[in-house]
């Protein structure tokens, strides 16, 4: 047979619950973000451009195929790589264009095409070679 315990015992253990229950119901202060600094003007860096392709020997024009609709491909146009294809260690430049869509009567006049440009030093480039595509498709699908 177990001894029963004092009343007093289950009267300490009913408070000392008690006090852990209320303590845990207290109220924590809530965590006050940091006062947001003054914004601070952000430098611009200068930079200026000049067109010199020209200048440089350069003269591509990129199709972009373009209708006015904004669907994906009239987006992503062509571009431009910068590779050393003859290893001169002068990095030539390749032009790549894009082309109308089916059915555009400009397809007919202007053809796509992509150009290789021979980096020759002191800023000039040769064109040395163009092509122009036999099939250029653009499909929405
Ligand atoms: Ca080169």
């Not at 451009?49 to 609709?69: C, D, L, S, W, Y």
Request: proline share 10%; charged share 25%; glycine share 8%.
């Amino acid at each position: 047979m177990r001894p029963k315990r004092p009343d007093s015992f289950w009267s300490a253990l009913a408070l000392a619950l008690a006090a852990l229950a209320l303590s845990a119901c207290r109220r924590h202060e809530a965590v006050r973000p940091a006062p947001a600094l003054p914004p601070r003007p952000t430098p611009v860096p200068s930079a200026r451009f000049e067109e010199k392709a020209e200048a440089m020997g350069i003269r591509f024009t990129h199709v972009n195929g373009a209708r006015g609709q904004k669907w994906m491909p009239e987006t992503m146009g062509g571009g431009v790589a910068a590779l050393d294809y003859d290893g001169d260690g002068r990095p030539d430049l390749l032009f790549v264009s894009s082309c109308y869509w089916p059915g555009d009567p400009r397809g007919k006049e202007i053809k796509s095409s992509l150009a290789l440009y021979r980096n020759e030093g002191v800023g000039a480039f040769t064109a040395t070679k163009a092509w122009e595509p036999t099939a250029c498709r653009i499909s929405a699908t």
